[in-house]
């Protein structure tokens, strides 16, 4: 059992490329989520999924995109890269019954030049 | 808006008693939560209260009062290892959509 997973660990980009961050996890889990973490800012959220098709907007989506098209994978597409989106991205899952606790990725760290 | 207040860093010795408080103004209100982050590594769940009173996990504890709009994590016995960064999370959405709004975090200090 993998838990949620993570890839890339490491990423740098240049101002204007476009990437994609995965997160997939083994746990059937029907609610993923996807954060960003910069210093001092705690965990803010980018965009959520209740289950495959479904997904909505958190508190900071502008400059991403996501898609649910299977339970365990939940994709988080930078479009156009910016300084701005320099940060740790996490990704998280939990079951729909108890999605107060939530399950993390290790993270993704991300350097936009 | 939304919005929770932590004390941005908190300093005890080892085998003592902290508490970490979290007041909260949110749009919605079905639980808080706790979270423990070594590191920069992933947040890992610690606690959870959906109504008043004190829950209890080993050396943990977290209270809630709905009508302050607050709660705190009580940490015991304090160990080294629990030197890291401590979140409360307000879970917002009645619907178990799992929408989650997190503090900014307390770092947490121990000192032999």
């Known amino acids: 059992n993998a838990g949620v997973t993570q890839t890339p660990k490491f990423q740098v980009l240049k101002t204007g490329q476009s990437m994609t961050l995965q997160c997939a996890q083994d746990m059937n889990h029907e609610y993923m989520s996807w954060y960003r973490q910069d210093p001092g800012m705690g965990l803010r959220l980018i965009h959520y999924s209740v289950g495959a098709g479904i997904t909505d907007q958190g508190e900071v989506p502008n400059g991403y995109n996501v898609s649910r098209s299977t339970t365990e994978d939940f994709p988080l597409r930078l479009l156009s890269a910016a300084p701005s989106q320099t940060s740790v991205y996490f990704c998280a899952s939990s079951p729909r019954q108890f999605s107060y606790e939530q399950y993390f990725g290790p993270g993704t760290r991300l350097t936009v030049t | 808006g939304q919005s929770l207040e932590q004390p941005s860093e908190v300093t005890a010795v080892e085998g003592a008693i902290v508490q970490i408080n979290c007041t909260y103004q949110t749009s919605g209100f079905y639980g808080l939560s706790w979270y423990q982050q070594h590191d920069g590594g992933a947040p890992t769940f610690l606690s959870y209260?959906?109504?008043?009173g004190l829950e209890e996990t080993g050396r943990f504890s977290s209270f809630l009062s709905r009508s302050d709009s607050y709660g705190y994590l009580l940490l015991q016995e304090l160990q080294m290892k629990d030197s890291a960064s401590y979140f409360c999370?307000?879970?917002?959405?009645?619907?178990?959509?799992?929408?989650?709004?997190f503090g900014q975090g307390t770092t947490l200090q121990v000192k032999p």
């Open positions: 209260n959906a109504l008043d």
């Open positions: 999370a307000v879970k917002v959405d009645s619907s178990n959509t799992g929408k989650l709004i």
